[in-house]
Nanobody, 124 residues
Framework: QVQLVESGGGLVQAGGSLRLACTAS????????RGWFRQAPGKERDFVAG????????QYADSVKGRFTISRDNAKNMVYLQMNSLKPEDAAVYYC?????????????????WGQGTQVTVSS
């Protein structure tokens, strides 16, 4: 079993930055692809960014390209999402996800474990 815990959410003004972190516990975690998703009220859970095991492959939603950066530290079992130039439309609950395969997939179906989410609020 794997447990994922997100942190770093909060309230920020438009144009500001936040850094989300995801801590994982479990077995052979470092060999899995990881992802960040977000879900606004009344909307589906959308892909934000993904990263493979060694960080050599990353993928981003078009809406966050150039503003968000995903990274990981396998020695610490951590994945991060640096979010810059935040916009009101970025406000959502952000979820960390882990896949049993080392394949970055921009879809919720590609991930097997999920955290509880952390709220990001962006004021205009």
């Amino acid at each position: 079993q794997v447990q994922l815990v997100e942190s770093g959410g909060g309230l920020v003004q438009a144009g500001g930055s936040l850094r989300l972190a995801c801590t994982a516990s479990g077995n052979t975690f470092a060999t899995w692809a990881r992802g960040w998703f977000r879900q606004a009220p009344g909307k589906e859970r959308d892909f934000v960014a993904g990263i493979n095991f060694n960080g050599g492959v990353t993928q981003y939603a078009d809406s966050v390209k150039g503003r968000f950066t995903i990274s990981r530290d396998n020695a610490k079992n951590m994945v991060y999402l640096q979010m810059n130039s935040l916009k009101p439309e970025d406000a959502a609950v952000y979820y960390c996800a882990a896949a049993l395969r080392n394949l970055v997939v921009p879809d919720v179906k590609g991930y097997d474990y999920w955290g509880q989410g952390t709220q990001v609020t962006v004021s205009s």
